[in-house]
C-alpha cells in the first residue's frame, strides 16, 4: 500500500516536471532575428587586429582565447544563442536538462525514504511481494512516458533547425588539417580560417573534408555537423546580430585538434558587400620596398607550391589562400594574432607554434623574413 502511493506520487512528480518544461519551448523568441533582445557583441581583443597593441608585448605566441582575461563574448557558449536556430537548441537543452533533473530528484528521494524504511533489521523479514500487476504497469509507464516527452521536443527542434528551400548566402566550408577553408557560392574566391556574413539574412552552408572527419560548430549559431570526406553535409542558421563569434572543430582529429577554429564576424549588409568585393580582388601590389622586396623573394620559395596568391605566380592548393592574409585577424587557424612578431614567430618555425602541422619549418634568414613578413601583412 505504501510503496504503491510512493510510485504515484513519484509519477505525478515526473510528470508535473514535465509540463513546465514542454511550456518553455512555446517561450522562444519569435524565429525573427531582429526580435533577438540580445545586445550587440563588442568584438574583443581576437575580433580586431587593431587591439592588438594592448597585449602585453611578452606573449608573441600566446593563445589568442588564453591571452583575453575576461570571460568576453569570444568564450562560446550555446547559452548565449546569437540565432534563431541557437535559441532553439538552448531551449531544448534546458527543457532536457530540467526533466532528467526531475527524473534524478525524484530517483534519489525514493531510495532514500527506501533506504530509511527498509533498511535490514533482524528480526523481521520484509513481507514480500510478487507480480503486483499495478506496480509493474506503473514502473514500465512512467519511463515510456518521459522518453515520449523528450523525443516529441528534440524532434521538434530537429524540425526546426531544417535547412530552409532557398537562402540568401550560400557557403561551401571544408575542414583541413587543421585549418578551415571558405568559398562563396557565386563567388570567385577561396578563403581561410575567417568569414564574413550578413546579419538577418539566412545562411547555409555544404560542409566537407578532405582528410578525416571534422566537425562544424559555431555554438552560438546552431548545431553542429560533422564533416566527412566524400560526402556533404549541410547546416543552416540566421545570424542574429552583428559580431564577431568563434567556431571550432567538434570532432578529434589530430594532434592540433584544439588549435583548429575559425572566426564569424557577423556584418551589417553593406560591411559583408565590401567584404564581398575586397576579397574577390586580386591580391594587392606591394608597395614598401620592403614588402616589394618579399613579394619577389617568395616566388623563389617553396610557398607557391602550397599556397595561393591571386595575381601572383602562386598557385598552390594545400594550405590557406594568402591573396588577403593581412586582412585577417588571426593565423594558424585562430592559434595566434595575426601580427608582424607573430607572422615573423610563423615562418620562423611553424612546428614551434603548432606541432605536427602541415606547413615544414622552412630556413630562411632573418632579413628575408622580415620581407615577407611585410608583404603578407600588405595583403589587406
Ligand atoms: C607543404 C606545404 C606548405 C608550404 C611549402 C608552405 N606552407 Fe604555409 N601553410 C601550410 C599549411 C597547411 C598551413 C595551415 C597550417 C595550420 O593552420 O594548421 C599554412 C599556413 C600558413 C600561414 C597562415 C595562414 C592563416 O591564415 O592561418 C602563412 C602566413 C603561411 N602559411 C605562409 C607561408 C610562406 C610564406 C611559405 C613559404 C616560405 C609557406 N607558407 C610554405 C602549408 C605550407
Ligand atoms: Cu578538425
Known sequence: MTRRALLIAAAVIALALCLPAVALGHETPSPTPTSTPTPTLTPTVIASPASAPSAAPSPVVAPVA?????????????????????????????????????????????????????????????????????IEIIWTAIPAVIIAVLFFLTIRTTGQLAIPASTQVHFAATGHRW??????????????????????????????????????????????????PGHINRISFTPATVGTFLGECSEYCGHQHANMRFLVFVDSSADFARWMADEQRPARKPTAPEAVAGAEFITTMACGGCHTIRGTSLAGEKGPDLTHFGSRATLGA???????????????????????????????????IAQLVAYLEELK
Open 179 to 228: 585549418w578551415w577553408e571558405f568559398e562563396f557560392a557565386g563567388a570567385t574566391f577561396k578563403t581561410a580560417n575567417e568569414i564574413h556574413l550578413p546579419a538577418e539574412q539566412t545562411v547555409s552552408a555544404d560542409l566537407l573534408s578532405t582528410d578525416v572527419i571534422h566537425s562544424y560548430w559555431v555554438p552560438q549559431m546552431g548545431g553542429k555537423v560533422d564533416m566527412i
Open 334 to 368: 585562430v592559434a595566434l594574432r595575426n601580427t608582424p612578431e607573430n607572422l615573423t614567430r610563423w615562418l620562423e618555425d611553424p612546428q614551434a607554434v603548432k606541432p605536427e602541422n602541415l606547413m615544414p619549418r622552412i630556413q630562411m634568414p632573418a632579413d628575408r
Open 66 to 134: 588564453a591571452s583575453s582575461p575576461a570571460q568576453g563574448p569570444d568564450t562560446p557558449s550555446i547559452l548565449r544563442p546569437e540565432s534563431p536556430g541557437g535559441a532553439d537548441i538552448k531551449t531544448l537543452t534546458i527543457q532536457i536538462l530540467v526533466i532528467l533533473s526531475g527524473v534524478a530528484i525524484t530517483v534519489w528521494v525514493i531510495l532514500t525514504i527506501v533506504i530509511l524504511r527498509y533498511r535490514h533489521r533482524p528480526e523481521a523479514e520484509v513481507r514480500q511481494t510478487h507480480g503486483n500487476l499495478t
